[in-house]
């Protein structure tokens, strides 16, 4: 009996196997993983680490055997823990407890939607069988990777910030895993904003202009004002204000969730989500919005005008008080309600659709997650993009004291005042009477056009550094 199920068992590692080996040379690697599975890179070479014993850099069907054997042992082990009854099978209640017990706090809703990925028959059971297929390829058997992998998103940095901060569960919190994501997705934002910074210009100085201009010919005028490096004005203080804005939107974020839930451990739904990402958000953006100021001056300066930062905040100061570094304030505020509410509901529509027409078991592919990700991003900016115009402009706005001769009585003084500043009403009444309607989406095009690089090189920086800094990407 013990030989008919060895011999039943190998048969079915070797039909894996041939379904795995997409090229049929006898060998597994990493790309033929990452076709078959539609896993990251990351997942592909832990797979590959873990079962290639003679470290070819690849899979033969005996080194598969041979794990996928070892493998089956450790799923056994652990699926006999969870089983807190011993009667073969695994239902909802063993489940939570068992995240529990890995200091993960779910509630019944998530628990019960995890389970069901698992029970293929709908029984409301688990039985070995079906854990045992479902965890068969992971390069693990860690239970928080499994719960991990939906709750978490791709981190993705399409140059704006105001997306909802990811949820992090307690082990990570308490084991300082949070911090290295934080530092990995800085390194992403810093690369894809660096390597954007040019349409990041061209969009900002689009936005300011009251004339019809092409993108071709906007990026000719920055290059014979100010040569090649004029392409990223600007970027330096984009990339400074990544650090303390998500540190202070991961602070706020996790202080509005505790009093969301009060004693309640459970996680947060996507309502709740919204209004502490939507909080999280206000606040960080006030506590660096005089940066956002400079970042729009500094990309639309003249050559020679500013010499450093510094030198930019300084003029700015002078000659228009500490009130110009908020200009546009209110309308940035503003947005952050449209394009967090729809980033979040556009997310999860996709993501229940995926699961709705591939079943629950199944793992989505990582391009489906950054396509997801791309796509709910791209239509929370279509939707608060007039807001963000607006912002742009009113801190484009110089403000500044003319000095004025008057002559009274023959006495000669010089009679100071101020030009009558723009509120965010009237930019938006000005631009549907000059420009129309469309008005309020100029720039918009080369806003899009980034998204596809940006989102592309902050997968693969985040990857990168994520497994420098020794955490998986989710």
């Known amino acids: ?30 790309n033929d993983l990452r076709d078959a599975l539609g896993v990251s890179e990351n997942y592909a070479q832990t797979f590959i680490k873990s079962s290639d014993a003679n470290s070819s850099g690849d899979v033969s069907l005996s080194e598969f055997i041979s794990y996928l054997e070892e493998h089956e042992k450790n799923l056994k082990l652990q699926f006999s823990q969870l089983d807190r009854n011993q009667d073969g099978k695994v239902d909802l209640s063993e ?6 017990q890995l200091g993960i706090n779910i509630d019944e809703a998530e628990a019960l939607k995890l389970f069901n990925r698992m029970d ?15 965890l068969l390829l992971a390069p693990s058997t860690d239970l928080s990777e499994i ?55 061209i969009k900002v100085i689009l ?23 004029s392409l990223w004005r600007g970027n330096g203080i984009n ?31 996507i309502y709740e989500r919204f209004v502490a990402g939507a909080v999280a958000g206000c606040i960080a953006q006030s506590s660096i919005y005089p940066m956002e100021v400079l970042k729009t001056r500094l990309a639309l300066r003249k050559t020679g005008q500013y010499s450093s930062i510094y030198d930019a905040a300084r003029k700015i ?17 503003l947005g952050i309600i449209p394009y967090a509410g729809i980033d979040l509901a556009v997310y999860e529509t996709l993501k229940k659709s995926y699961l709705s027409q591939y079943g629950d078991q199944s793992r989505p592919p990582v391009l489906l997650l950054l396509a997801c990700g791309s796509i709910s991003s791209s239509l929370g900016q279509l939707c608060s993009y007039p807001l963000a115009l607006v912002r742009t ?14 002559n009274v009585a023959g006495v000669p003084f010089v009679q100071q005042h101020r030009v009558k500043e723009n509120t965010m009403t009237s930019v938006f009444k000005k631009i549907l009477r000059d420009e129309g309607f469309f008005g309020l989406y100029r720039g918009v095009v080369p806003n899009f056009i980034k998204v596809l690089p940006a989102v592309s090189i902050s997968y693969i920086v985040y990857e990168f550094s994520s497994q420098k800094l020794g955490v998986n990407m989710s």
């Open 1 to 30: 009996m013990a030989k008919a199920n060895e011999a039943e068992d190998k048969q079915r590692y070797e039909q894996i196997f041939k379904k795995l080996d997409r090229n049929h040379n006898g060998k597994i690697d990493i």
């Open 317 to 333: 100061y002078a000659s228009e008080g500490i009130k110009s570094f908020y200009r546009g304030y209110i309308p940035n505020l």
């Open 95 to 100: 489940m939570i407890h068992a995240f529990n």
């Open 393 to 406: 402009r009113l801190q484009a706005q110089t403000v500044t004291q003319s000095r004025v001769n008057v």
């Open 239 to 269: 990339v400074i204000k990544i650090a303390p804005e998500s540190a202070m939107k991961f602070m706020v974020y996790e202080q509005v969730k505790k009093v969301i839930r009060g004693n309640n451990e459970r996680p947060l739904g």
């Open 120 to 134: 293929q028959d709908a029984s409301l059971s688990i039985s070995y069988d079906e854990w045992r297929d479902y």
């Open 147 to 201: 719960l991990k992998y939906w709750r978490h998103s791709v981190y993705i940095d399409i140059g704006e910030d105001l997306n909802v901060p990811v949820d992090f569960t307690k082990n990570e919190l308490q084991t300082g895993k949070w911090w290295r994501h934080l530092v990995a997705g800085g390194c992403a934002g810093a690369a894809s904003r660096t390597c954007t910074a040019p349409l990041d210009r």
């Open 207 to 229: 936005q300011v202009q009251h004339g019809k201009q092409s993108i071709a010919n906007c990026f000719r005028e920055m290059l014979k004002e100010g040569g090649w490096k």
